[in-house]
C-alpha cells in the first residue's frame, strides 16, 4: 500500500501559529508512522535563527526591526538564520523517516531534488551545492533548508524564494554565508510569478518524490 500525505495550504500564515501546527502534526506522525502531512504557507516579515545561528548575524538594530515589523524568532532547527516573508514558499513536511527508509543527509537531499525540477518547470536551471545546503541558481541561492527531527519525524523544511523582496536579505548574513548572494524566481524571470501555480508544482514534485498519493 502506498503511503498518503495530506497537503495543507494554509495562506499566510503567523509564523508561531506555524510551529504550533507542525508540533500538533509531528506528534501525530510519532504516534502512526503512516502518517505524513505537507504545510504550504507565506508568512509575515520573520527572521528565524536556528540552532547554530549566531546574533551577530542579524545586521541591523531592534529599532530597524520594529521600524520594518520584522519579528525573531529562535526555534529548533539547524542551521543559521533566515528571512521569511511575503513572496516566498515555505514548506513544512511532517514524515517519518523511517517510515521512508531515510537517513537525515538523503532526506535533505530529496527536498533539494523537488525543489530543483520545481524551478526546472518554471524555465529556472537550478542545483545541489557541494559545500552548501539549498538550491543555487548559479552563486546565488533561490531556496533555503532547515531542518529539525523528533523521535524520527521531521519538521521545519524548506523556503523559496519567488516573489521575495530581497532587500531583506541585506538586513541578514542569510544562513551564515556572507560571501554569496540570494536571488529569487520572478528577478531571475524579469516578471511576478504566480504563487499559486508554483505550489502546485510544488506538490506534485513532492508526491513524487516522496512516492506518496495525496489524501
Known sequence: MSAK????????????????????????????????????????????????????????????????????????????????GPGQIVGYPILSLLRHGLQIRRYFLKLEDVLIRVLGRCGVGARHDEEY??????????????????????????????????????MIVPCGIGHKRVTSLAKLLGSPVNEDEVMGVIEEEFLKEFRMERQ
Not at 135 to 156: D, Q
Open 5 to 84: 500525505c495530506k497537503i495543507m495550504r494554509l495562506g499566510r500564515l503567523d509564523y508561531d501559529e506555524a510551529v504550533k501546527k507542525q508540533m500538533e502534526l509531528v506528534e501525530r506522525v510519532q504516534a502512526d508512522r503512516d502518517l505524513a502531512y505537507l504545510i504550504l504557507v507565506t508568512h509575515n516579515n520573520v527572521f528565524t535563527l536556528g540552532r547554530s545561528a549566531k546574533r551577530a548575524h542579524i545586521l541591523v538594530s531592534d529599532e530597524a526591526l520594529a521600524k520594518k515589523g520584522i519579528v525573531v524568532r529562535e526555534i529548533k532547527r539547524g542551521g543559521d538564520i533566515t528571512y521569511h
Open 133 to 170: 545546503t539549498g538550491v543555487w541558481v548559479g552563486e546565488e541561492k533561490i531556496a533555503a533548508l532547515g531542518v529539525g527531527v523528533s523521535r524520527w519525524v521531521t519538521f521545519h523544511g524548506f523556503a523559496l524564494n519567488v516573489n521575495t523582496d530581497l532587500s531583506y536579505f541585506q
